[in-house]
């Protein structure tokens, strides 16, 4: 079945340092790659996706791009801010309108 | 304003009761979504919805039941409720054809003693 992996389950930095979140899927079809954010007591909600027809996509500072070769799906953003601390999912869609998460990234953003 | 809204926000059950979780969503949306939240593990699915009178199993269905009266209106339902159902409950909604975005609820904490 499908299959999301994100390796870096804690990750802290100080403003307008570099953010970078790496993610591996596996599926047998055409995947669109989202990412979701949780931000703390609230539900998450979708930060970007990205098709096999764009490669990329960029919503509110941050880009992710995707790699078919390596089904890699890395976000990224130039300069962090503390209110970027939350949560970070990479998330699978398939074609039966279900979504397969990874187990999420905790950013840490000091001030 | 469109929402997806969950009831209770918070209960404590205990163990072998039956437990019933609420959603309701304003956004009008064919399909809903009952995940389960756990460190380690990111969200799982455990039911979901196409329409109202359908169910489908998602990946974790075993140890509940799903109900979806209305188009608004999915259940989660936890017939003999055990301390590994402790967890927080997410419901979401999304619509066909929109390409898979899903808007989620507050969530529920749930806690089995």
């Known amino acids: ?111 | 304003e469109a929402a997806v809204t969950q009831s209770p926000r918070n209960k404590v059950a205990v163990t072998g009761g039956k437990v019933t979780l609420s959603c309701n969503q304003t956004n009008n949306h064919n399909n809903m979504y009952w995940y389960r939240q756990d460190t380690g593990h990111g969200l799982r699915l455990i039911h979901y919805s196409y329409g109202a009178g359908s169910t489908e199993k998602g990946d974790i269905p075993d140890g509940y039941k799903a109900s979806r009266p209305s188009q608004e209106n999915f259940s989660l339902i936890l017939e003999l409720a055990t301390p590994s159902q402790t967890s927080v409950y997410f419901c979401a909604s999304g619509e066909t054809g929109q390409i898979y975005e899903q808007y989620f609820g507050p969530g529920t904490r749930l806690t089995v003693l």
């Open chain 1, 1 to 111: 079945g499908d299959s999301v992996t994100q390796m870096q389950g804690q990750v802290t930095l100080s403003e307008d340092d570099f953010l970078f979140i790496n993610c591996t899927y596996s599926t047998t079809w055409y995947p669109t790659l989202f990412w979701y954010v949780q931000y703390p007591g609230e539900g998450p909600q979708l930060l970007l996706k990205v098709t096999t027809a764009n490669n990329k996509g960029i919503s509110r500072g941050f880009e992710a791009t995707y790699d078919k070769r390596t089904t890699s799906f890395h976000l990224q953003k130039a300069s962090v801010q503390e209110s970027d601390s939350a949560v970070y999912y990479c998330v699978l869609g398939d074609m039966g309108y279900k979504l397969t998460f990874g187990t999420g990234t905790s950013l840490l953003v000091d001030p």
